[in-house]
């Protein structure tokens, strides 16, 4: 059974720095896109971070410069290096992953169950 595990949200004064990562579990296959979505009270999700399996990041235009994302595939797991943080960036932060679990099965989503992220002014 394939698990998304999300770690290291918290709160934190704005201006400040967290690390979110990512880890897959189970059996897996292949790992294609992976993606940062973030959820604030009230709102739509939003896709903040993405990045392909040979590293290729994109951003929303909200973040850019100020998020990092990165994968370790060796060790399934993804990180969102977070600076400069905003009240505005308060949501929960949810891992997406794109992949197959069989060597040339269909690739599907999957979800983590998110971390809270709250950025105090």
């Known amino acids: 059974q394939v698990q998304l595990v999300e770690s290291g949200g918290g709160l934190v004064q704005a201006g400040g720095s967290l690390r979110l990562s990512c880890a897959v579990s189970?059996?897996?296959?292949?790992?294609?896109?992976m993606g940062w979505y973030r959820q604030a009270p009230g709102k739509q999700r939003e896709l903040v971070a993405a990045?392909?399996?040979?590293?290729?990041?994109s951003y929303a235009d909200t973040v850019q410069g100020r998020f990092t994302i990165s994968r370790d595939n060796a060790q399934n797991t993804m990180y969102l290096q977070i600076n400069s943080l905003k009240s505005e960036d308060t949501a929960v932060y949810s891992c997406n992953a794109i992949l197959a679990i069989v060597y040339g099965s269909p690739y599907y989503d999957y979800w983590g169950q998110g971390t809270q992220v709250t950025v105090s002014s």
């Open positions: 990045i392909g399996r040979m590293g290729s990041p």
């Open positions: 189970g059996s897996i296959s292949s790992i294609n896109t």
